[in-house]
Nanobody, 117 residues
Framework: QVQLVESGGGLVQPGGSLKLSCAVS????????MSWHRQAPGKKRELVAT????????NYADSVKGRFTISRDNAKSSVYLQMNNLSPEDTAMYYC??????????WGQGTQVTVSS
């Protein structure tokens, strides 16, 4: 069955960095766009970044552009989110998703990122 398992979240000070990972199984990873979303308490879920199957095309929310980098390793069926210069506004649960026909059809369980001094 399809599984997406995020890891790498934690507590970090403002200005710090974290790298999230998402290990995927149950489908041919290299055929699909993948995305990261986040949701903070009391806020709407936000699309953070998307990457094409080859990794050659990426898109970012304006709120993270220039600070976050999405990447993938098709040999390892994994997608990553490098997050730099973190601020308290980045505090949220982060989810890895598969993109299929413009829908986010499979989601991981999420990994919590907390930015606080």
């Amino acid at each position: 069955q399809v599984q997406l398992v995020e890891s790498g979240g934690g507590l970090v000070q403002p200005g710090g960095s974290l790298k999230l990972s998402c290990a995927v199984s149950g489908f041919t990873f290299s055929n699909y766009d993948m995305s990261w979303h986040r949701q903070a308490p009391g806020k709407k879920r936000e699309l953070v970044a998307t990457i094409s199957p080859s990794g050659g095309i990426t898109n970012y929310a304006d709120s993270v552009k220039g600070r976050f980098t999405i990447s993938r390793d098709n040999a390892k069926s994994s997608v990553y989110l490098q997050m730099n210069n973190l601020s308290p506004e980045d505090t949220a649960m982060y989810y890895c998703t598969r993109v299929y026909l413009a829908q986010y059809d499979y989601w991981g369980q999420g990994t919590q990122v907390t930015v606080s001094s």
